[in-house]
């Protein structure tokens, strides 16, 4: 009885913290804007003005709802098999999320010299700064679900087999 109580606390913290993590990578970055005029033009550098940056911030809402609806399933029952699967599908789609993020960021903190793309980053700081923070907590939710993951394989498959 012990152990289950530990197996669902345990559960519970990293549910918690995946949806903290997933729910303020998509708050920050939904919140990153800044305008600034360079050489006598006016450049707006907001999250929805790139797919990736949307994609991202969508892939972390539907993460931390995914969490927070979990919060309130029993940890035993017929449908737990179902929860290790979309367990497995909100990873990936969080993975995919931060990966074409990270690809946009750096496009935009180094530029692109061979396509002529200048980076945007000494332009609008805080901007840059802002999408840091989201692809950092972007990346922690997805470690802490790729944890979750595998805690739900352990405790579900190979627990309940000894």
């Given amino acids: 009885m012990m152990a289950k109580n530990t ?16 729910l303020s990578a998509a708050i920050v970055m939904a919140t990153s804007h800044e305008r600034t005029t360079y050489l006598s033009l006016s450049i707006e550098a907001k999250y929805s003005h790139t797919p ?6 969508i892939a972390n809402a539907i993460g931390s709802a995914y969490s ?20 497995v599908v909100i990873t990936m789609f969080l993975t995919s999320s931060i990966s074409a993020a990270l690809s946009i960021a750096y496009v935009g903190k180094k530029g692109n010299s061979y396509a002529g793309w200048l980076p945007i ?4 700081p805080n901007y840059c700064n802002h999408v840091t923070g989201a692809l950092a907590a972007g990346f922690i939710g997805v470690v802490l679900y790729m944890v979750l ?6 405790t579900k498959c ?3 087999s000894s």
């Fill in 7 to 22: 197996d669902r606390i345990c559960f519970l913290v990293l549910r918690l913290l995946a949806f903290g993590a997933t």
């Fill in 149 to 154: 993951l595998q805690y739900s394989i352990y």
């Fill in 52 to 57: 990736a940056f949307k994609y991202f911030v």
């Fill in 68 to 87: 927070l609806l979990l919060l309130f399933l029993p940890s035993h029952g017929s449908l737990w098999p179902l929860v290790i699967a979309s367990d």
């Fill in 121 to 124: 980053c000494d332009q609008v």
């Fill in 158 to 160: 190979c627990k309940s």
